[in-house]
């Protein structure tokens, strides 16, 4: 997918009310989608027991500031008992109507016992009973709670925040926050959505193996959840593109894929906080580094390559995303280990 994809001019300032069957149908459908994710995800942990019985968390923890949520603390397998390791906190995706931690634990687990992190993976309330900005505190006030428990073997100098999705959308929203955004020393987001202004995504894009990019159509479902009517789409909490480079000051990684409607936004938001003038050669690249920011397409992929639910039937082109994915963790953990000084 040619980086060059235009958004639409058709912008939008703030949340529209919904109509009563909009609302209503949108409901059910957050409702239907939660209940066939949330079990969907658990039959494929059941039949797959021996697969991620080795990816259980070392340890889940619930906490009084959200005493409902909890926090999937893994730890490498083998370390120095005595060393404090760095800590990287995980908010999942699903539009913020769908999923918890458990997504995540493929990702938590290579995080901790092959490059060494303690990981966090955190559980926020759900759209719509939680609307905007509900989860980005409920992570706040975990992420902090997290930081104070001195049962953890954490280094406080090296905290690291990613998300995927929703989640990296919040990672953004989070990075601004004053008491966190001079604690997190890196910040990593995959696919996220940056601006709630647009209205039009551009056309459906048709991965090479033939399946069409489905995030577009969800989009309208995902924003009447999260947002309240009537909300400024242009805040930079909600809509992190308007966000100024001293508002998110940390080092930034942004990946996206090129066949996700949502690269180019975010593209976009990249490109203006390194100062790289868009239309450039620089901008047209699949990989480029510059005043802090590092962007990273990858090359006809899909949203959420990063998880085992995107598998590809297309055998040959599963083993590229398997291949590929491995290639961005690599990519990512040298990233996050220079920026703190552990190269």
């Known amino acids: 997918m040619a980086s060059g994809t235009k958004l639409s001019a058709s912008r939008a300032t703030a949340q529209p009310p919904a109509s009563l ?3 209503l149908r949108f409901r059910i459908l957050a409702y239907l989608f939660n209940r066939i994710i949330y079990w969907g995800l658990r039959a494929v942990y059941w039949w797959q027991a021996k697969f991620w019985a080795a990816r259980t968390p070392t340890t889940v923890k619930h906490y009084a500031v959200r005493p409902g949520l909890e926090v999937r603390i893994f730890l490498p397998r083998y370390r120095n008992a005595n060393a404090k390791l760095p800590v990287f906190f995980l908010l ?16 938590a687990h290579l995080l901790a016992h092959k490059y060494g992190f303690c990981v966090a993976s955190l559980e926020y309330r759900l759209s719509p009973g939680s609307r905007f900005p509900a989860p980005i505190y409920d992570c706040l006030a975990l992420i902090k709670a997290v930081l104070a428990d001195n049962s953890l073997p954490i280094d406080r100098e090296r905290v690291v925040l990613g998300g995927f999705s929703a989640g990296a959308a919040m990672t953004l929203s989070l990075a601004q926050l004053p008491g966190l955004k001079d604690v997190l020393k890196a910040v990593v987001a ?10 039009d995504r551009g056309p459906v894009i048709v991965a090479p193996w033939g399946r069409k990019e489905f995030v577009q159509a969800r989009m309208p479902l995902y924003e009447w959840a999260y947002i309240p009517a009537g909300h400024d789409l242009r805040d930079p909490l909600l809509s992190p593109h308007f966000a100024r ?15 996700d409607c949502l690269h180019v936004e975010a593209q976009e938001m990249a490109c203006r906080l390194a100062g790289v003038e868009r239309g ?16 990273r397409r990858v090359p006809d992929m899909p949203h959420c390559f990063t998880h085992f ?18 290639e ?10 220079k920026v703190l000084g552990q190269e």
Do not use: C
Not at 92 to 107: A, L, S
Not at 245 to 259: C, G, K, N, V, Y
Not at 311 to 326: H, Q, T
């Open 190 to 199: 995959f696919y996220p959505v940056t601006d709630f202004t647009i209205r």
């Open 21 to 23: 069957l909009t609302a």
């Open 92 to 107: 999942h995706g699903g539009g913020w109507v769908i999923g918890d931690p458990r997504m995540d634990d493929e990702q």
């Open 328 to 337: 961005v963790w690599e990519e990512t953990n040298g990233w996050v280990k």
């Open 309 to 326: 639910f995107e598998g590809i039937k297309d055998p040959v082109w599963e083993a590229r995303r398997v291949k590929i994915n491995e």
């Open 245 to 259: 480079r001293d508002e998110i000051p940390q080092p930034l990684f942004m990946i996206t894929a090129s066949a």
């Open 280 to 295: 450039s050669k620089m901008a047209e690249l699949d990989s480029w580094e510059k005043n802090g920011v590092r962007y």
